[in-house]
């Protein structure tokens, strides 16, 4: 059974960190962001609803730390042509829950709703969708291990998915 979080010192923490990591994505510090992960972690957004596997049909994005490290030096570079001028974002993160804890209670499953508008060449677009990080404790933070984002409208016509979620 999920919890929402709220209240305790931990909770609290985990929400401060997912609200800082949509900042640090809403400000396009992108090195900051992949500093986030852990070096073995992996991001996914599924293609389709309820989709239990990257492997089972093409995603809409799927990458490991290396790729991440990828997206990222394309994102800081002069050039990316896909986001001149670049795209201008604002994320609201809310009802976080904690859906598992391990056993030894450095590792968590929390799940959060996100809302993303993303506005670039007098075009604004709108993301909904459910995030899933598992989060693992590292000094008085946290590490991202894996992220999947579940938008509400993966399995529709999408163009041009540069920006992390």
């Not at 809409?60 to 974002?89: F, G, I, K, N």
Request: net charge negative; proline share 4%; glycine share 4%.
């Amino acid at each position: 059974m999920s919890a929402v979080l709220r209240g305790d010192r931990a909770t609290e923490q985990v929400e401060l960190f997912l609200i800082h990591e949509a900042r640090l994505l809403d400000e396009a510090r992108y090195d900051e962001w992949l500093a986030l992960f852990t070096a073995d972690a992996w991001y996914w957004v599924p293609s389709e609803p309820g989709q239990r596997s990257p492997y089972d049909t093409i995603s809409l994005m799927y990458d490991d730390r290396r790729l991440l490290e990828t997206r990222v030096r394309r994102l800081m570079s002069t050039q990316p042509h896909a986001q001149q001028p670049p795209s201008r974002t604002s994320r609201i993160v809310a009802n976080a829950t904690l859906e598992e804890t391990a056993a030894d209670g450095r590792a968590l499953t929390v799940r959060s709703k996100l809302m993303m508008v993303e506005f670039r060449l007098d075009n604004q677009r709108i993301f909904a969708g459910t995030c899933t990080h598992r989060l693992v404790r590292a000094d008085d933070s946290f590490r991202i291990a894996w992220k999947r984002v579940d938008l509400i409208n993966s399995d529709s016509v999408l163009e041009g998915l540069v920006v992390p979620f």
